[in-house]
């Protein structure tokens, strides 16, 4: 069975895994109530996509 003949160093394995770190969250404000929400996604706080009410409005109902 194949062994690794040398230690990988810390700066190899690090460079190794550089594309591996996490990307932050591209949040976008909502048109209609300023609630932050994904892009191409329902705004959960109002229910509007693409400036049509798709969702009935939870805010009345409280």
Known sequence: MATP???VSKSKRNM???HLAL???NAVLCPNCGE???PHHMCK???MYNNRQV???R???A
């Open 55 to 57: 969702l009935k409005d």
């Open 5 to 7: 003949r040398k230690k």
């Open 16 to 18: 190794r895994r550089s």
């Open 45 to 47: 706080n109002c229910g």
């Open 36 to 38: 932050s929400k994904l």
């Open 59 to 61: 805010r009345q109902d």
């Open 23 to 25: 990307t932050p969250v």
